[in-house]
């Protein structure tokens, strides 16, 4: 019996996969009700722009992102003189690259969920003296929910499988930018699948879990509405 | 408080909607009309939920001008759907809990809820509620959410019979005791009949009469605001007592009707509202013999209406109210009725204003 291969990729890559589901609910929020609502001419702009990471090979978003991260560029100059530290191969790289790179799977869910909700329950909430922010708070989060829950599952297992952006702007250090599917990478390519094979069953494993409680989940809200 | 004073346009169907109207801020007016009239879209820039560019005045405050507009969180107006739009994650204590908060009020939810018999139901959810229970839970959180204007937009036309009869005297009660003035959209004569102080008739995105509801039913000008409605009149009497053999008298300014006992039987002096529909009333040119109608009234013709090439509708003054009689074109020549002329009114039918 040897030892099992070494797991700091897959908490690695979890902690990516937590931070930046987080941060995009957050931020893909306003992004998706704007999207929702809005009857500007630019909607149609802005959706084609936020989808673009679902149809464009991950090595073409990585490539633009590696050059955006470069120290000599604006991004990453800034980036510099804030943190003394780069954004190429460092994990607040990853972050920045994953962000963009999941974006669509938080916003598409997000925005379908206000679209289903209507004008209705808002302009209620209004008539009954509801801020918008309030009613947003107290009646459309609540009501979203189902699409919140598919959107943090989506962009949770999406972050978890990501090689090619990963591979492009973080590299492979240890500890910082090896991520999971590097790793199994480099397993493969050092003709270790022992190694391989316990890291990439873990991660079927576990991008089963997810989404088989997200379709659990799903099925039971359903019944109860 | 001077009302509410509306003049704007608003884009709808094929020719807009143009409103220039000073509402009085007490009682009940009804926005009566035809389904696609722009009733709706008159009541939702009222609420602040369109821009119109145009004026929209509520007492002293200006809710729309040109330069300034009053987002619909700050008018306090309330708004009562066909569809209850309760809010399916709260239970109906949250719900009322909703706008008791909001208003500062909590502490009359609980009154207001027994008022409106809401008490069994304050734990249920708004899946499982009947038509008319959803609608008295809406209509109770509207008002725990102190509103300073009423807006109802076809409230009871989702509910079978018996919710509707539930709920009417609720708006009833409202009208006459709560001083919150109550715009209500309806395509329905009964519900206007029963309901309105005053009404406004709109078709086609204009006003085409408005005034005390009475007036505006015996309008001719109104005629387009019946749609599909069956044409008639209202008619405010007074109980004046029994009769026999199973009847009762209504008394009018000027004469008087007779009809079926009613149960249970009003007070002596008790107001009531009665409709009459236009193919219930017949005219005679002499005062008939001979006729199982009960109630035959003096009349003379105020105006008539060309409906189509076939028929007409004859305005009436009788017994002091005001009738309307459907009539064939060949029925109006054979009488040589004619504005001004002295004729005879039988009226067949006669119902109270319930629904």
């Known amino acids: 019996m040897t030892a099992l291969p070494d797991l700091a990729p897959l908490w690695l890559t979890l902690r990516l996969a937590a931070l930046v589901t987080a941060l995009l609910l957050l931020l893909g929020t306003p992004l998706a009700w704007w999207l929702a609502r809005s009857r500007a001419r630019l909607v149609p702009l802005i959706e084609a722009l936020t989808a673009l990471p679902l149809v464009l090979p991950p090595t073409v978003l990585g490539f633009y992102l590696l050059l955006a991260f470069n120290p000599q560029a604006p991004l990453g100059a800034a980036w510099a003189s804030l943190t003394g530290q780069t954004l190429t191969f460092s994990f607040a790289g990853l972050v920045i690259a994953s962000l963009l790179y999941s974006l669509p799977f938080t916003v598409q869910p997000l925005q379908a969920a206000f679209s289903a909700l209507g004008p209705g329950p808002l302009e209620t909430a209004a008539s009954l003296g509801a801020r918008p922010l309030d009613a947003f708070l107290t009646v459309a989060l609540p009501l979203s929910l189902r699409g919140y829950l598919t959107a943090a599952v989506l962009t949770f297992a999406h972050t978890l499988g990501e090689f090619g952006v990963v591979l492009m702007v973080g590299g492979n250090i240890p500890g910082e930018t090896r991520l999971i599917s590097i790793a199994i990478y480099e397993q493969v390519e050092r003709a270790d699948y022992r190694a391989a094979h316990v890291l990439s069953a873990l991660l079927v494993a576990l991008s089963f879990a997810v989404l088989l409680a997200l379709y659990a989940v799903n099925r039971h809200t359903g019944r109860k509405a | 408080m001077t009302g509410l004073r509306l003049a704007f346009r608003l884009p709808h169907g094929a020719r807009g909607i143009e409103v220039d109207l000073t509402l009085p801020g007490t009682g009940l007016t ?326």
């Open chain 2, 30 to 355: 009804a926005i009566f009309g035809p389904s696609g009239a722009g009733k709706s879209s008159i009541l939702r820039a009222i609420a602040g939920f369109e821009r119109t560019g145009g004026l929209i005045r509520f007492g002293d405050e200006t809710w729309e001008d040109g330069r300034h507009f009053t987002p619909p969180h700050r008018r306090r107006v309330g708004l009562v759907f066909q569809a209850s739009r309760l809010f399916d994650h709260l239970d109906v204590a949250g719900n009322l809990a909703y706008a008791a908060r909001r208003a500062a009020c909590l502490p009359d939810l609980l009154p207001t809820a027994d008022r409106f018999g809401l008490t069994p139901l304050l734990s249920r959810r708004p899946a499982t509620l009947s038509g008319g229970e959803a609608q008295r839970v809406a209509l109770a959180r509207t008002l725990l959410a102190r509103p300073r204007l009423l807006l109802m937009d076809e409230p009871l036309s989702a509910l079978d019979a018996a919710s509707r009869a539930a709920l009417l005297p609720l708006i009833e009660r409202l009208r006459d005791e709560a001083h919150l003035p109550i715009l209500y959209v309806s395509h329905s004569l009964g519900e206007v009949a029963r309901l309105a102080t005053r009404t406004v008739a709109l078709a086609q995105g204009r006003v085409r009469a408005q005034g005390p509801t009475a007036e505006v039913l015996a309008d001719p000008r109104a005629a387009p605001a019946f749609g599909a409605e069956e044409p008639g009149s209202l008619i405010e009497a007074r109980y004046a007592g029994p009769e026999p053999q199973g009847l009762c008298r209504l008394s009018l300014p000027e004469g008087s009707l007779i009809l079926p006992a009613l149960h249970p039987e009003p007070a002596p002096g008790e107001a009531l509202r009665l409709v009459v529909r236009a193919r219930d009333v017949m005219i005679a040119s002499t005062p008939p013999q001979g006729l199982s109608a009960l109630n035959v009234l003096p009349a003379r013709v105020r105006g008539l209406t060309d409906l189509d090439a076939a028929s007409v509708d004859v305005h009436l003054a009788a017994a002091g109210a005001t009738l309307r009689a459907r009539l064939t074109r060949r029925s109006v020549e054979t009488l040589g009725l004619a504005v001004g002329s002295h004729c005879h009114a039988i009226v067949k039918s006669v119902a109270l204003a319930r629904d």
